[in-house]
């Protein structure tokens, strides 16, 4: 099975915000980024159990390096999609529906 073809970093960046619009909001975007790792960080598995322990873990992480990339990206003047998708994704699969539903929101931060 062949894989699909790479999209460069550049299409698949996501959405430019104007430095001033970072300015303006850059303590609001940076609150929600720290809430959201602090709320995975202290999450517990739904379900007991080793795998859900490791399968919990793992999804941690990913909302983590989602995070990571979101901070990466807002420093860079823009909304980062990938890590938007890898923080939802992760949220959704800790059940912490609010916080994906932050998330989701940043996209639209310079609308305020």
Known sequence: MTQPPRT???SSAGKAIAPEDRARLDQVFMQVMLDTQAQVQQSRPVQPGNL???FHKEQVS???QGCAMLIAGWNQNRIDEA???RSLRALRALELPEL???IE???DIDAA
Do not use: D, F, N
Request: charged share 15%; glycine share 12%.
């Open 105 to 107: 929101k940043l996209a």
């Open 8 to 10: 460069s970093a550049a």
């Open 52 to 54: 859900a322990a490791m």
């Open 83 to 85: 890590g938007t998708l």
């Open 100 to 102: 994906a539903g932050r």
């Open 62 to 64: 990913e909302a983590l």
